[in-house]
């Protein structure tokens, strides 16, 4: 596989980290270990496992990164979902992460569809 910085995703999963980054540093102080901690891990668990999957050996270990970072990529939707709805992030703050997340899940499903091996019926 190429190297990771090289991928579309890659690069969009990592603008999505920084912005998380940045949106959560309004947020309340006694949320430093709670709401802010898990967005932000799990925001930057979308490109670090994007890049993991780049740097093993086969298609199939690749894919299984590659749904992991899908997964990773709808808890954050939820803690950024949640973030909203606790009044941590404006509407417009939260409109314009979840396009960005959106746009990210939607290239991993597709990467995803890519670079799966097909399953061969014996």
């Known amino acids: 596989m190429k ?26 102080r006694d949320e430093i270990y709670g709401l802010t901690s898990q967005v932000r891990r799990s925001a930057a668990s979308v490109g670090a496992n994007i890049a993991e999957g780049c740097g093993r050996h086969s298609d199939g270990e690749l894919t299984r990164f590659l749904q992991i970072a899908r997964g990773s ?17 404006s509407e417009d703050d939260f409109r314009k ?4 997340l959106i746009y990210v899940q939607r290239m991993l499903t597709a990467l995803v569809q890519r670079v799966q091996p097909v399953k061969r019926a014996i």
Do not use: I, M, N
């Open 73 to 89: 990529a709808s808890e954050t939707e939820y803690h950024l979902l949640l973030a909203k709805d606790l009044g941590f992030l």
């Open 97 to 100: 992460a979840d396009q960005k």
């Open 3 to 28: 190297d990771f910085k090289e991928l579309k995703v890659w690069s969009k999963a990592h603008e999505l980290t920084v912005l998380v980054y940045g949106l959560t540093r309004s947020f309340p």
